[in-house]
């Protein structure tokens, strides 16, 4: 699956180059391959030929798409009427923050389908991000709940779609940087642990995954960690104590992946 991190802040796509790392941008034969596009949503779009794409929306609880990066997909797609389609599909209740839908325009209901159906997107995935913009939601007395673990679950909720999918192109920009306030370095730091979490997790068990989730978003518990958890980590060179005092805010995303 090509993963392409796209965002008009270039603050935002130099900080995805350094979290990402330079061995997990250049290693051709993974499954995930990771690019940067710094620019708007279109140009890139009408560069593509994917036919399966899959174009995340870092929306509010209602699916409208009056702002940020849901407005983009809204100008490209048609409008208000492809909102109001939109929202139709989610249901146009309430949709959690933290959850995620999957709208296919693949399938159309109506006439609708065949106007945007076709324009190179095949899934929104609809992740909800705040309830509604009235006020921005990023605390700095709180960055784990109000930065690291929102964006680590709406990254890890994409990509865990677009996977079971069968998505060849996932779309994905800055998550909770716009009207939610996270901090750049906050967003990409959360973002790019879940990427190469994700894109590393045939290499390690899933009890080895928890345990990394469970450090990195600083909800240590015993109980759910298995025994052989330090042996793996010795095998796969990852430091536990290290590993058991990560700071999000201090420690790099290297200090507690596997070495290479
Ligand atoms: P959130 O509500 O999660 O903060 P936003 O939709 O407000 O999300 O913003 C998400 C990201 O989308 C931001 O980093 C912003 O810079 C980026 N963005 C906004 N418009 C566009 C666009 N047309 N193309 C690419 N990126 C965009
Ligand atoms: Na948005
Ligand atoms: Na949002």
């Given at each position: 699956?090509?993963?392409?991190?796209?965002?008009?802040?270039?603050?935002?796509?130099?900080?995805?180059?350094?979290?990402?790392?330079?061995?997990?941008?250049?290693?051709?034969?993974?499954?995930?391959?990771?690019?940067?596009?710094?620019?708007?949503l279109?140009?890139?779009?009408?560069?593509?030929?994917?036919?399966?794409?899959a174009v995340v929306s870092p929306g509010n609880?209602?699916g409208y798409l009056?702002g940020g990066f849901d407005l983009a997909i809204r100008?490209y797609l048609?409008?208000?009427?492809f909102e109001?389609?939109f929202r139709?599909?989610i249901?146009?209740?309430?949709h959690?923050?933290?959850?995620s839908t999957v709208v296919?325009?693949?399938?159309?209901?109506?006439?609708?389908?065949?106007?945007?159906?076709?324009?190179?997107i095949?899934y929104i995935i609809h992740v909800p991000t705040?309830?509604?913009?009235?006020?921005?939601?990023?605390?700095?007395?709180?960055?784990?709940?109000?930065?690291?673990?929102?964006?680590?679950?709406a990254?890890?909720?994409s990509?865990?779609s677009?996977?079971?999918?069968?998505?060849?192109?996932?779309i994905i920009p800055?998550l909770?940087?716009g009207?939610?306030?996270?901090?750049?370095?906050?967003?990409?730091?959360?973002?790019?642990?879940?990427?190469?979490?994700?894109?590393?997790?045939?290499?390690?068990?899933?009890?080895?995954?928890?345990?990394?989730?469970?450090?990195?978003?600083?909800?240590?518990?015993?109980?759910?960690?298995?025994?052989?958890?330090?042996?793996?980590?010795?095998?796969?060179?990852?430091?536990?104590?290290?590993?058991?005092?990560?700071?999000?805010?201090?420690?790099?995303?290297?200090?507690?992946?596997?070495?290479?």
């Amino acid at each position: 699956m090509k993963v392409i991190l796209c965002d008009t802040n270039e603050a935002i796509c130099k900080s995805w180059v350094k979290f990402l790392g330079r061995n997990i941008r250049s290693s051709s034969e993974a499954r995930f391959q990771f690019h940067i596009h710094h620019g708007s949503l279109e140009p890139l779009l009408k560069g593509e030929s994917s036919t399966n794409c899959a174009v995340v929306s870092p929306g509010n609880s209602f699916g409208y798409l009056g702002g940020g990066f849901d407005l983009a997909i809204r100008n490209y797609l048609g409008g208000e009427k492809f909102e109001s389609w939109f929202r139709q599909q989610i249901g146009p209740g309430y949709h959690h923050v933290g959850s995620s839908t999957v709208v296919d325009l693949g399938v159309g209901s109506g006439s609708g389908s065949q106007i945007w159906g076709n324009r190179g997107i095949r899934y929104i995935i609809h992740v909800p991000t705040m309830v509604a913009p009235s006020k921005p939601l990023y605390d700095p007395n709180f960055p784990m709940r109000t930065g690291y673990e929102p964006v680590f679950n709406a990254t890890w909720n994409s990509l865990a779609s677009s996977i079971s999918l069968n998505v060849d192109t996932l779309i994905i920009p800055g998550l909770c940087s716009g009207w939610v306030g996270v901090p750049v370095e906050v967003t990409c730091k959360s973002m790019c642990f879940a990427l190469r979490l994700y894109a590393m997790r045939n290499q390690m068990s899933v009890d080895l995954q928890n345990a990394l989730i469970m450090y990195f978003l600083k909800y240590p518990f015993k109980p759910f960690m298995r025994s052989s958890f330090k042996e793996e980590c010795r095998e796969l060179n990852i430091n536990v104590n290290q590993l058991k005092n990560f700071d999000a805010e201090r420690d790099s995303i290297e200090s507690i992946m596997p070495g290479m």
